[in-house]
Each structure stands twice: as C-alpha cells, then as structure tokens.
C-alpha cells in the first residue's frame, strides 16, 4: 500500500489531510487508539510544516507519503521551502524536553519506533516517522530459551533425509530461531528475529524463503528470495543452517530450489552476497554458475558472529557479489570514466556480457530523483539514483554528508545507472568526495544496470577478506586501491 497526498501550506487543508490520514491507516491492522494517535502525530507534522516551511505569506507545496509494507508502516512529511540545519532540527526531535518534540507531541511511548529528519538541501526537508506492526523479536517471546541449547561443539544431528521446499506460514518461528542459532542477534537484517515479518513478507511475496526440513519436521536449513531491487532480479539471502546439519549439502539444495523460483517469477537473474569471513558461501554460488560482478564493501557490522565459524571479526564484513544469469546475456552500453573502462569491462567479461562504451554529456534536467534507504542496525545508507539533474551532485554530496555526521553510518553506498551519459562526470565528481568504484549491478534498475560507489568513514583491511576465485581477488584489490585513491582526495 503507497499514498500521495500534495497540498499548499494553508491550515485549511487540515480537514482534509485528516480524513486521507485516518481512512489510509484504517486499512492496516492498527487498533482504532493507535489510529487516533497518529493520525493526531501526522497532523500536528503537517501543521509545524504549514506554519514554518515556507516564509510569511510564500505559497508552497507539502507531501505526505504514507507506506505500508509487509508490516512496516512509514510516513513522510515534505516540504520544498527554506533549508534548516538538518543536524539541529534532528536534536530537537530526540531531545526529552526539547522545543521541537513538545511541539509534534512524538515522545509519547510506542506512537512510532523510528523518526528523524531528511535534508535535500535547497530543495527543501523532510521528517519522517516508522512504526512496525509486527513487534515481537523471537529473543522475547515464550520460546527464547531454546536459542541457547545448540552450541558451537554440538554433535551433529543424526543422518537422515531432508525435505527441502517452500515455507509454511506457521515455520516463521522455526526460521527466526534457525537465524538466532546461527548469527546470534547479530545478523544486520533485523526483519529475520521477527516472525510476523517474515511471514507477511512471504505472504506478500516480497521475500519467498525456501527451508530444508528434517525428518522430525524441525527447520535446518532456510535461505529465500529477496524481492528488494527495482529491476527484474532477486538476492538470494538470508541463510542459515542448524550447525548440528552442516556439511550435508543443504545450502546448495535450496539455491537450486530457488532458482527455480527465480524462472517462475520470469527474472532474468538472482545475486548473492557472499561473505569473506569465510570461503564456504563463495563456494556454493560458483558452484551454482554465480559470476562475481561486485564488492559489498564493509556492508556488516564486525559484531556480526557467525557461530561455530568465525566469533570475533577485526573490522566490518565485505561480501563478494554474484550474479547468476538466467537469460542470454545481452550487449550493454555503458558510460564511465576511461580510467575505469578496463575494470567495468573485465567484470562484464566476467558476466559473459558483451560491453561498449560511450561518450558522455552534460545535464539535460533541472531536478534528480533519488532515494535514501538508511539501515541502523547496520550502519550502512544506501543512495539509490533513478534519474540525473542538475541537482544531483550537490544533493548526494549533502546526503552523504548528513548520513555520515548526523546519522552516524559507518558506511555509504551509491548506485547509479552506468547506461546513463551523465554517469562518467557525476562518479568522477564523487570520486573527489571519498567515494570508490565497488562493481556492476546487472538488471538491478527497471531499465538497466548499475554502478556501485562506497564511502566508508574507517577504511578495511586486505587480510581479514577470504576470497574462492582468481576474479574475486583482483576486484577486492581494484576496489581497495580505489578505496585509497579516493580517500587521498579529501
């Protein structure tokens, strides 16, 4: 569910904001009070926004944007008017007692679960607000006391058969305590240790997971689809298996499960995320035909424990990308700085992909899109650019900016589209802001591929990143050389 509402910074739209806010969250599963309470919280936003955003007697637009998403409910209040020192509005939000909170009335308890501000700098701000309709982590309900009975020299399970097949809807539990099992609370997709999450996210189709059971019926194994790109392609992730059921091949029976998935849904292709604490999952994709197109550079925190394997980590986990096929590979016709055309080149070889490159040009639009995806548990941002504008390059500077300073990420990726001819001069341009050239995405945007740069605020190490493949070292070490050429910049 996604809605727009636009209307001009005059109180007399109240009414009408009011009835948009209460009849579009009447559609979820919130209780009539919890309705009231943020149907009371939106308006009090929009007010401050009427009453601020804009100078004494200027006209102006304000959005709300209300989504609600496998149980994730997220509301946003833009304007387009005077810019603020986002760093300030976003202490005033958190404070106790402070000005700005009194005013929106957000400290009462369990209204929402996230908020803060979002600056795009002359194009105005935005503050927004997420509440999770599915709120029981598996480490709190009646059955947390199960996680603690494997260890990590746990005898291994008796040999048996397995049924390796789609998720039931009542498995949920088994799944999120199989991931708890495995990561701990340490694994930085926080939807896993929820199991009404994971059950809305299957039941929408947003995530399709695939689970190896045993002959007593309990889960030892699940990895799934992850339905999270604009174009037609698919992660594969989220994968777990019971440490008293390793090394019997069940990582490897999923994949090939889900891939047949994957050609049902019609996607041209699925990628994977493959840590390099280990080699073991870098394995299992080259197995299944998987060809490195990319680094997901630094994208976990170092508490992150993969138990029985690797416990404590010396710096931030990086992640070899592959990319599996499913189609004839098509040629692609790119634009990118001429330093980089050998690499971008190889990993397209790498692909099978034929490649050619063009020539660049100047920005034709006034105004970019883009989005922002911000993940606290991880301490990663993602900027993702659907279209160039004259804009562009000084809104993605400041949001980088803001993410690092204000909302303390460790790490920030931006994607681009690599077919557009105003990509070589924006990712030069970035390149002097710290940011270092990462890998090729392909199909990853509706109507192509895409270009990942990434900015970190501690830089990584070579030695504590394990790769399987001649390819996948020479990208890990293009990627940190980039990292170091960018860095020397600042």
């Known amino acids: 569910m996604q809605f727009e509402l636009r209307f001009n910074n005059q109180l007399s739209v109240l009414p009408s904001v009011s009835a948009f806010v209460g009849t579009t969250l009447r559609q979820t599963e919130l209780a009539e009070a919890e309705v009231k309470q943020l149907e009371d919280l939106v308006l009090r936003v929009v007010n401050y926004a009427i009453e601020h955003a804009y100078l004494e007697g200027e006209e102006g637009e304000i959005s709300l944007a209300i989504t609600h998403d496998s149980g994730k409910l997220e509301m946003t209040v833009r304007d387009y008017g005077l810019p603020q020192d986002i760093e300030v509005l976003e202490e005033q939000l958190h404070e106790a007692h402070g000005k700005l909170s009194e005013i929106l009335a957000v400290q009462t308890p369990g209204v929402v679960d996230e908020k803060h501000w979002i600056g795009f700098g002359s194009q105005g701000k935005a503050l927004q607000f997420v509440k999770w309709l599915h709120d029981s982590a598996v480490d709190e309900d009646s059955h947390a006391a199960e996680l603690s009975k494997v260890s990590d020299d746990a005898p291994l399970a008796p040999e048996q058969e397995y049924d390796v097949r789609r998720m039931q809807a009542d498995e949920a539990l088994q799944v999120s305590q199989l991931i708890y099992r495995t990561y701990g609370g340490t694994y930085f997709n926080e939807d896993v240790y929820y199991p009404d999450r994971i059950a809305a996210l299957n039941s929408k189709n947003r995530v399709l997971s695939m689970v190896a059971a045993g002959e007593d019926g309990q889960l030892a194994g699940h990895c799934a689809l992850e339905l999270n790109q604009a174009g037609p392609v698919a992660e594969v992730g989220q994968a777990a298996v019971d440490p008293r059921h390793r090394g019997r091949g069940l990582l490897n029976r999923m994949k090939a499960a889900l891939q047949e998935e994957a050609r049902s849904l019609g996607l041209v292709g699925w990628y994977a995320d493959s840590v390099t604490v280990h080699t073991y999952t870098q394995q299992s994709n080259a197995h299944h035909g998987g060809h490195v197109c990319g680094l997901a550079l630094a994208v976990s925190p170092k508490n992150e424990s993969f138990r029985g394997i690797a416990q404590e980590l010396k710096q931030r986990v990086s992640c070899v990308v592959y990319f599996h096929g499913l189609i004839e590979p098509e040629l692609r016709t790119v634009c990118v700085p001429e330093r980089h055309q ?46 160039f504008g004259e804009d562009s390059l000084p809104t993605i500077r400041r949001s980088v900016r803001d993410l690092v300073e204000r909302s303390h990420v460790e790490v920030v990726v931006v994607e681009m589209p690599v077919d557009s001819p105003m990509t070589a001069s924006i990712w030069q341009a970035l390149e002097g802001e710290g940011l270092g050239f990462t890998g090729i995405g392909p199909h990853f945007a509706s109507n192509g591929d895409v270009v990942t740069l990434t900015y970190l605020v501690e830089p990584v190490e070579r030695e504590p990143i394990k790769t399987f493949e001649p390819f996948a070292d020479t990208l890990v070490n293009y990627a940190l050389a980039e990292q170091q050429r960018a860095r020397a910049t600042l």
Do not use: C, D, W
């Open 342 to 387: 050998e690499m971008v080149a190889a990993i397209y070889g790498n692909l099978g992909y034929p490649v050619e490159f063009k020539q660049g040009s100047e920005v034709t639009e006034k105004h970019g899109t883009f989005s922002v995806k911000l993940n606290p548990r991880a301490q990663m941002a993602m900027i993702r650019v659907g279209e």
